[in-house]
Nanobody, 115 residues
């Protein structure tokens, strides 16, 4: 299995926006729903948003109305548009298939939101 490659994180002030990208190997991407997950310091990794190959989405309550997940099947890429960011969104963000991610995770991308 080739691990996903996440990018797009950074430091932003509260209320700002970031767009994360994740490139996934073709076979994994085509057949699986994909999810964005995040892990804050001292906390368990949790699902933020997920999208099926057909484009159906679902979101954690904490990000509904602020985050948007999308996918470009031609580029094997899944995106997470994050608006109205809050300090509690600070975490390392990962992507992987959903709902059963494999053991191998990418490096993730750090998102830090300052007050």
């Amino acid at each position: 299995q080739v691990q996903p490659v996440e990018s797009g994180g950074g430091l932003v002030q509260a209320g700002g926006s970031l767009r994360l990208s994740c490139v996934v190997s073709g076979r994994i991407f085509i057949i699986n729903p994909m999810g964005w997950y995040r892990q804050a310091p001292g906390k368990q990794r949790q699902l933020v948003a997920a999208i099926t190959p057909g484009g159906r989405t679902n979101y954690a309550d904490s990000v509904k109305g602020r985050f948007t997940i999308s996918r470009d099947n031609a580029k094997n890429t899944v995106y997470l548009q994050m608006n109205s960011l809050k300090p509690e969104d600070t975490a390392v963000y990962y992507c992987n298939p959903y709902p059963s991610p494999p053991p191998l995770w990418g490096q993730g991308t750090q998102v830090t939101v300052s007050p």
